[in-house]
């Protein structure tokens, strides 16, 4: 058991466990194209690329051969765990039964994991190839730079356009991750704050949700974040960027006879992330 589980000994009855402040599980699972029950150790996403018609110059003219383009992308699994051990002697100290308080905290740690995989699916390497052993970074035409600024509605409408250019289909969601200081940022944008640009009300809602065709998502986890003080905000098209799971959390509380039966606490899922489609993944780099 973790042996910080002294401070939580007292000398009369408390009725909860309090969790401190924490991102309670994923927050981008929901926003990204998900694939299920996942088996072996390697998963492929098949993709197609477009091709072009060519006009008819003669009658009964030969019907040409137009050679679709196929490539591939790999998802590599890992497992990931969370466990701790609850003493049946802490239990009489502290005189209430945490096990469900313990259960729920792994949960949220693996949840939080989940988003840490989809972010670094995001913008790190791909890997392609009938074998995915090549590896492809985020086109630099997918990338804009901070300008010393942090996010602005410059920035905005510049990764609409990317995705508009690329002619990611419209009817598909967008979202944009974004951290607690990019929030701030946008609340102090004259736009965002003028009620009749913004009919979403923001400010009069306290927060962001939709602005410029992104659904705004708040993750304090962003891949970048301690890097020369820049974050690397991303936005994307619902199926650009996909998680594969091979198995979700499933948890286990049960004693432990070597360890003097005392009950652990364990909780674990496999899993792995990539980006499927460079063209509907922008990322936007914003000075902190």
């Keep these: 058991m973790s042996v910080l589980i002294t401070q939580a000994f007292v ?28 088996n072996g150790f390697q998963y492929f996403f098949e993709r197609l690329n477009k091709t072009a018609a060519v006009p008819r110059l ?19 699994l890992i497992d ?6 609850i003493d049946k002697e802490d239990k009489v100290r502290i005189l209430i039964n945490p096990e469900s308080e313990y259960a729920q905290a792994a949960a949220w740690a693996l949840g939080r994991s989940k988003d840490d995989v989809i972010l670094a699916a995001m913008n790190g390497n791909a890997f392609v190839g009938q074998t995915g052993t090549t590896l492809s970074a985020l086109p630099a035409t ?22 508009d ?3 990611v289909d419209p009817a598909i969601e967008r979202y944009i991750v974004v951290g607690a200081q990019h929030i701030q940022d946008m ?24 602005f410029v065709g992104f659904k705004f998502i708040m993750v304090n986890r962003l891949i970048g974040a301690t890097d020369g003080g820049k974050s690397a905000v991303m936005a994307w098209a619902r199926n650009g960027v996909a998680l594969a ?15 003097s039966y005392s009950v652990q606490v364990y909780n674990a899922m496999t899993l792995g992330g990539t980006r499927v489609e460079d063209e509907k993944v922008v990322e936007v780099s914003c000075n902190d």
């Design 11 to 38: 000398n009369q009855y408390k009725g909860n466990v309090i969790q401190l402040s924490q991102q309670q599980g994923s927050r981008l699972e929901g926003y990204v194209r998900v694939e299920r029950d996942v």
């Design 58 to 76: 003669n009658r009964h003219a030969d019907t040409p051969q137009i050679d679709s383009q196929h490539d591939r992308r790999m998802v590599t």
């Design 80 to 85: 990931y765990e969370w466990a701790d051990l």
């Design 142 to 163: 997918q990338k804009i730079a901070n300008a010393s600024a942090g996010l602005t509605l410059a920035k905005l409408l510049q990764a609409k356009y990317i995705l």
């Design 165 to 167: 250019f690329n002619d």
């Design 187 to 210: 609340l102090n944008t004259t736009e965002v704050k003028n009620y009749d640009y913004n009919t979403v009300k923001a400010l009069a809602m306290g927060h962001i949700d939709t």
């Design 245 to 259: 799971i091979g198995a979700d959390m499933k948890a286990r509380v049960t004693e432990r006879s070597d360890k």
